[in-house]
């Protein structure tokens, strides 16, 4: 049999490519925790939406949510698709919310084509940033960074901020935000690139490399007066070394603890925690899906900053689907510069 | 030379007898530690009162204080004398505020007498309750139990309340405060005589004897919703435990670490504090002097709940203020049953 251009295009669009879970991993995720699998693009049914991805979303979260455990969400399933925030359009609705052609950010997962009954969906007004953006600080990154800095540790101006992981896609946002609101900022990265951006680029007033300084004593040099506000990515070592040093009426945002994830031998408690009843300090953690009903404030409040260039985002985009495993990874490592996403097709002009 | 009666008696009681800082302690406090020491009784200047100590109160927080290391209070000086709680009456006064005979709670120090600016006195009305009950309910645990709980944890009705330490001075008040916002509460004690009190006499739902029971099991078969509130005065493996089934909401109120005190590895971290970003849950310190202005206000809600017979008191008298560094290890080891207090004299009917 014979296939004209036409026909052999047809059968390649028929076809979903999505990566499965298919072992827990312990440490750091392997190719073999994942199977790459193919299935036939499915058919909405009465209520639902067919999302055509081309951004995923690649967090630290994720590992997270591949642990059979307790947790503010459902562990995925051995043999379900990988769970992953997506940026898509939507190519055929059954739904009254929902007309081909929308751009939506929702939980695709990481595949092609996603069904949706519409609940995990925002629309999203594409003209406004960069595609990829909307992954970033106009996403779950953004509401991350706003509603935990915000929200939870309520900044006052000429308070002393830090933020570890600043470099990534939430300390990023966050180190700004609190320069917004008349903080002193310092971050902490794991490059002197890294350490750069932050201080040339986005404004931080001091930024740490803790792969080289001694974080305990460039912490004291540049917080002299200590830490007001504390918005922890890592856990580990850094909370430690921070809780040593914060002042009275302390707040801590604990949004993550990436240095943690892949702790084979259990994660690191942090042994100064008696600083918080010392500085009558808090530590407090959240979940930024709870914030969902106050995302369109956020978004466009961030997306003004954006325009008025008091923000700066970044992403670091890397194409193909079939890279998932190792462009995963680069969370861990460290690799990735900017906010993580994964390209899975190129966006119609 | 021969003295009479008289003049013996004369010359004991212009000495103040006086137990000092003589070292810092490594681990549990030894008597080596101390120093015993006499000197004469002072004469008040302007502006101060002299007070003779009748009772001294022992708390957890004064191992800490004898560590010289930056906390919310400045350590003890070696030499000094020991600080401590205490009920006195004011014997000499130059000093508007007072008048000979006034019974004043305060930081008097572990000694016969003190002399007081006045910033650290509370004048008490010693006929509304036992003598030692103002260094108990009445004083510095009652108050500490009563912000705590109210003030940093906010307790609702129905909600599951977790007290460790919970036959102590603040345990104890802590718990019956919850009964009486109509909460759950459990307790955790360390030996089967406390925890039939908790249940029997305070009115506790449920107690837990942390030396003989598997923790995990027993706090899930009492808080088989989860748990609310956990009001901390132990820390390590039991803060630990809890983290482990605390609920969404959740407020832990950090008040001590007793379990950690005497530690000379360094404290134990809280490794499941991860459960705090998972449950949308705060930890919080506090430290009851800041509470200060409000202690007549929560004095005088705590005198009507012990007269309406509504919260038991107890303490455990120990006499002597020789025995002072033996009693004071009573807490670290548990052999005190009720709020530890040291009588230094009888007071006068």
Chains 1, 2 share one sequence.
Not at 28 to 53: R, T
Not at 74 to 91: C, F, H, N, S, Y
Request: aromatic share 8%; charged share 25%; proline share 5%.
């Amino acid at each position: 049999m014979i296939f004209g251009r036409e026909v052999t295009q047809d059968m390649t669009e028929s076809v979903n490519h999505q990566w499965k879970l298919s072992a827990r991993p312990e440490g750091m995720p392997k190719h073999s925790d994942f199977e790459y699998a193919e299935s036939p693009i499915p058919e909405p049914a009465d209520g639902q939406v067919l999302v055509k991805i081309y951004y995923i979303s690649l967090d630290p979260a994720m590992r997270g949510w591949m642990n059979d455990q307790r947790s503010y969400i459902e562990p995925i399933k051995l043999g379900d698709v990988m769970r992953a925030g997506t940026l898509g359009q939507v190519v055929s609705s059954k739904s009254d919310g929902y007309s081909e052609g929308d751009w939506v950010v929702g939980i695709g997962g990481v595949q092609e084509y996603a069904l949706s009954d519409g609940k995990d969906l925002r629309k999203v007004d594409i003209s406004l940033a960069r595609h990829a953006t909307f992954l970033g600080a106009l996403g779950m990154p953004g509401m991350t960074a706003y509603f935990g800095l915000l929200d939870i540790c309520n900044p006052q101006e000429g308070e002393t901020v830090v933020v570890s992981g600043a470099a990534g896609a939430v300390g990023a946002v966050v180190g700004q935000i609190a320069k917004i609101k008349g903080c002193r900022v310092i971050g902490t990265a794991g490059s002197p690139k890294k350490c750069n951006y932050l201080v040339e680029q986005l404004g931080f007033d001091a930024a740490i490399n803790y792969k080289e300084e001694d974080l305990y004593h460039s912490l004291r040099k540049h917080c002299p007066k200590g830490i007001d506000i504390y918005f922890d990515n890592v856990g580990g070592e850094t909370l430690d070394t921070v809780l040593a040093q914060i002042r009275r009426g302390a707040r801590i945002s604990i949004c993550g603890a990436i240095s943690q994830y892949n702790n084979t031998e259990g994660v690191n408690g942090p042994k100064n925690y008696l600083s918080l009843l010392i500085n009558r300090a808090r530590m407090e953690g959240f979940i930024v899906f709870d914030y969902a009903p106050r995302y369109g404030e956020a978004a466009k409040e961030i997306a003004g900053w954006i325009t008025a260039g008091k923000l700066f985002t970044r992403e670091h985009v890397v194409e193909g689907l079939e890279t998932f495993p190792d462009t995963l990874n680069m969370l861990f490592t460290g690799e990735n510069f900017g906010k993580l996403i994964l390209k899975v097709a190129e966006p119609p002009k």
